[in-house]
């Protein structure tokens, strides 16, 4: 009893927090970035231990919450150097995300970042904003600031 108690302590918390995130290949992650949709796209790559990405999340967040035109899309990139999701999906409740978030399961770096933007040096966080109905589409290679994705969003309008 004491064996299936502790087992489900382990598996029913990563159970609730997997609802909060899929885990996708690249193809799949391709598919979502270049559908078209009405509206604004924005997706973030991130990581739970990159400082500036946590730092900018709230922007993320604000927008997301705040404008129905814009749907933001949050890239974790943890599984590149940490083979456990439940690191992510903790972070996800912990900092009660709101935002979609898919976490890309490829393990070098050096085969799919061009993939995603050429020219990304890979560097983290990094920022794709994409008008859905033109497929005018901007990147951002740094730590955004307040304001900045109003901005982002106005030079692809």
Known sequence: MRK???????????????????????????????RQTDNIKIINFWATWCAPCIKEMPLF???????KDVEVTLVSLDLDLNPKPETVYRFIDRKKIQSKVLILDEKDPNVWINQIEKGWSGAIPATIIINGK????????????????????????
């Open 61 to 67: 967040e604000k927008i997301g919450a705040e404008r």
């Open 4 to 34: 299936l108690l502790l087992i489900l302590g382990f598996v029913l918390p990563a159970s609730v927090f997997a609802q909060q995130a899929e885990i996708v290949k690249l193809k799949q992650l391709q598919d979502h970035i270049n």
């Open 134 to 157: 033109t497929g005018q589409r901007k990147f951002v290679e740094k730590e955004l600031h307040e304001g900045d994705l109003e901005k982002l969003i106005a030079e692809i309008l």
